[in-house]
């Protein structure tokens, strides 16, 4: 009952491991993420978080700039938060609202 027990414990998760290890193998020779080798060994070196990273970087070849919504910083705005004055930030050269106070103006 116990190696049973064991094994299931140890094979399944261990088996999950292998597959995903070897699908990055796989995957990465075919989509042309080379070497293929490195990616079955980030997989297996770090069990779970290694696929994620594999499909992360696998998701980056098929990124096409001109279909990109974000493309030049737009963005949409809700119509209820349209007329909310932006932050400013670091490198903002417009006047803030503190500074419009103390000019009187």
Same mark, same amino acid.
């Given at each position: 009952?116990?190696?049973?027990?064991?094994?299931?414990?140890?094979?399944? *998760?261990?088996?999950?491991?292998?597959?995903?290890?070897?699908?990055?193998?796989?995957?990465?020779?075919?989509?042309?993420?080379?070497? *293929?080798?490195?990616?079955?060994?980030?997989?297996?070196?770090? *069990?779970?978080?290694?696929?994620?990273?594999?499909?992360?970087?696998? /998701?980056?070849? /098929?990124? %096409? *700039?001109?279909?990109?919504?974000?493309?030049?910083?737009?963005?949409?705005?809700?119509?209820?938060?349209? @007329? @909310?004055?932006?932050?400013?930030?670091?490198?903002? %050269?417009?006047?803030?609202?503190?500074?419009? %106070?103390?000019?009187?103006?």
């Amino acid at each position: 009952m116990r190696t049973g027990l064991l094994a299931i414990l140890v094979g399944i *998760p261990l088996a999950w491991h292998l597959g995903l290890t070897a699908v990055a193998y796989y995957d990465a020779g075919r989509v042309g993420l080379e070497p *293929p080798k490195k990616w079955a060994g980030i997989t297996f070196c770090l *069990p779970l978080l290694g696929f994620f990273i594999y499909l992360f970087e696998r /998701s980056e070849l /098929s990124y %096409d *700039p001109e279909s990109d919504p974000y493309r030049g910083h737009n963005f949409n705005v809700h119509p209820s938060r349209a @007329d @909310d004055s932006p932050l400013p930030t670091r490198d903002d %050269d417009r006047r803030s609202l503190t500074e419009d %106070d103390e000019d009187g103006g």
